[in-house]
């Protein structure tokens, strides 16, 4: 894969020291991609990351849709979720 373009590393970046997180994917080594979890709050801003990761072929172009979830107390949350192409971190 070629190397990352430089705003889409630093978008990649951004969501691995904020709300994102570095999942194993496969078997073997470098075999990882970035994911994404945001609350349905902050919709606007996970759909501006997934269509930039989208254009430059980092993410698959299914639409992401809401998933639900309780916390402790028994609240419901939802949120969205993606998964960037994997190994793309790795270059």
């Not at 709050?41 to 698959?60: D, E, I, R």
């Not at 998933?67 to 793309?88: I, Q």
Request: charged share 20%; net charge positive.
């Amino acid at each position: 894969m070629p190397e990352l373009p430089s705003h889409i590393r630093d978008i990649i970046y951004g969501i691995c020291i904020t709300d994102g997180f570095v999942e194993h994917y496969g078997p073997g080594i470098g075999n990882a991609r970035v994911v994404l979890k945001q609350s349905l709050t902050h919709a606007p801003y996970f759909f501006y990351v997934y269509f930039k990761l989208l254009f430059w072929g980092y993410t698959s172009s299914t639409v992401p849709v809401p998933h639900r979830t309780k916390d402790s107390k028994g609240n419901e949350h939802w949120y969205l979720r993606l998964r960037t192409s994997r190994g793309v971190i790795w270059n």
